[in-house]
């Protein structure tokens, strides 16, 4: 255990479908992040927020919204997704965004592994 | 874009033998972090390297960080079945705080 909980861990959704995916972290952590991970991209950044402000979108179709109510909550919601977004998508947080002059390693959570059919 | 570059994408090695997995970027990195996947799991962190030319060690784990902080390498000794996975690095590039993950290499150990 990371410190980082994902729910659900595996979800089947149809292309018209409407579903969140929810992360929480127990680690008293600023900075949270959402990443998709397939064979065709390994570790695909998605969403940064910091202190519940969002700091990153790597240019994410807009069928996938993002909501960050605090500083130890992050989601992910879905509607009319594609099948080539089945991957398993991956919440992180750490302790802060930048932190120069320490460590500042990703905890990860276990994932949620999405199948669009 | 701004990438970091991992090689190689895939290693076999028979148990024993030694690893190396090596990332490069175009620009000078603030930092580098190591992450290790195992089959089925998620990323857990190794270790950061902050300075240039710095080595650390785990065990078997030798890390580097280039002088030009600009390449670092994961190198595994006497791999055991234990180190089966795929390594990651992720660079913090320096000018806009931006972290990099590598593609990643998977290690697959021959028994």
């Known amino acids: 255990e990371t410190g980082v909980t994902q729910t659900p861990r595996h979800l089947v959704m149809g292309m018209t479908n409407k579903k969140s995916l929810k992360c929480e972290q127990h680690l008293g952590h600023n900075a949270m992040y959402w990443y998709k991970q397939s064979a065709k991209k390994p570790l695909e950044l998605m969403f940064v927020y910091n202190f519940k402000e969002q700091t990153e979108n790597n240019s994410v179709p807009s069928r996938f919204s993002p909501e960050c109510p605090n500083s130890s909550h992050l989601f992910l919601h879905l509607h009319t997704l594609q099948p080539e977004d089945s991957a398993l998508y991956l919440c992180?947080?750490?302790?802060?965004?930048?932190?120069?002059?320490?460590?500042?390693?990703?905890?990860f959570g276990p994932g949620t592994r999405l199948t669009v059919t | 874009g701004q990438q970091v570059m991992q090689i190689p994408q895939y290693q076999h090695v028979q148990e024993g033998e030694d690893f190396t997995t090596y990332c490069n970027s175009s620009t000078t990195l603030s930092n580098i972090q190591w992450y290790k996947q195992r089959p089925g799991g998620h990323p857990v962190f190794l270790i950061q390297l902050v300075k240039s030319g710095e080595v650390k060690k785990q065990k078997r784990l030798t890390f580097q960080f280039g002088e030009a902080k600009k390449n670092s390498s994961l190198h595994i000794t006497a791999t055991q079945t234990t180190d089966v996975g795929t390594y990651f690095c992720?660079?913090?590039?320096?000018?806009?705080?931006?972290?990099?993950f590598g593609k990643g290499t998977r290690l697959h150990i021959l028994p």
């Open positions: 992720a660079g913090l590039l320096g000018l806009d705080d931006k972290i990099i």
């Open positions: 992180a947080s750490s302790q802060d965004l930048v932190l120069r002059d320490r460590v500042n390693e990703q905890y």
